[in-house]
């Protein structure tokens, strides 16, 4: 029992977390994106991936070790539509972190650098996509947690 919840609490933790650095995304690249910004838009973007190996990892340990066990979720259509979503919000996070990387080489280069107002538009674009699909995961969890999808 006591293992449930340390994993319960290590996972919600690990969401929350990870909306957070999501969020500090979205408000960067609200600003001019200078050489400054995008260090620390790099450095955000980091720790929001470990965030998010964090949560998958203490998910799968949740569903393994957890009360409920892998029985419990393996056949459980809920279940695969969570980690689906949470798959999607990987993939939308790629286009997001290669331009970032971009933007960090060319900060880093020496000269002047503030990304382009288009290209920031288009992050915040992909930024938000990755948010309302986040969004979507909670209402499956709450739905997985009282065995609606079995």
């Known amino acids: 029992m006591w293992l449930d919840a340390v994993l319960a609490y290590l996972h919600f933790t690990a969401v929350f977390v990870l909306?957070?650095?999501l969020t500090v995304e979205l408000m960067l690249a609200r600003a001019t994106l200078?050489?400054?910004a995008v260090r620390l838009?790099?450095?955000?973007?980091l720790w929001y991936f470990g965030a998010?190996?964090?949560?998958?990892?203490t998910g799968f340990a949740?569903?393994?070790?957890?009360?409920?066990?892998?029985?419990?979720y393996?056949?459980?259509?809920?279940?695969?539509?969570?980690?689906t979503l949470f798959l999607a919000v990987a993939a939308l996070s790629i286009?997001?972190?290669?331009?970032?990387?971009?933007?960090?080489r060319l900060a880093d280069s020496g000269s002047a650098f503030a990304v382009p107002d288009e290209e920031r538009a288009r992050l915040r674009r992909w930024l938000m996509w990755e948010v309302h699909v986040a969004a979507m995961i909670?209402?499956?969890a709450v739905v997985m947690a009282r065995g609606l999808g079995r």
Do not use: M, N
């Not at 838009?41 to 973007?45: C, E, K, S, W």
């Not at 998010?52 to 990892?57: C, N, P």
């Not at 286009?95 to 933007?103: D, G, N, V």
């Open 19 to 21: 909306f957070a650095f």
């Open 52 to 57: 998010a190996l964090v949560t998958l990892a």
């Open 95 to 104: 286009a997001p972190t290669l331009s970032i990387r971009r933007w960090r």
């Open 34 to 36: 200078d050489a400054a």
């Open 138 to 140: 909670p209402v499956f």
């Open 41 to 45: 838009l790099a450095r955000v973007d």
């Open 74 to 83: 393996a056949g459980d259509w809920v279940f695969h539509a969570k980690v």
């Open 62 to 72: 949740r569903a393994i070790w957890g009360a409920k066990g892998w029985g419990f």
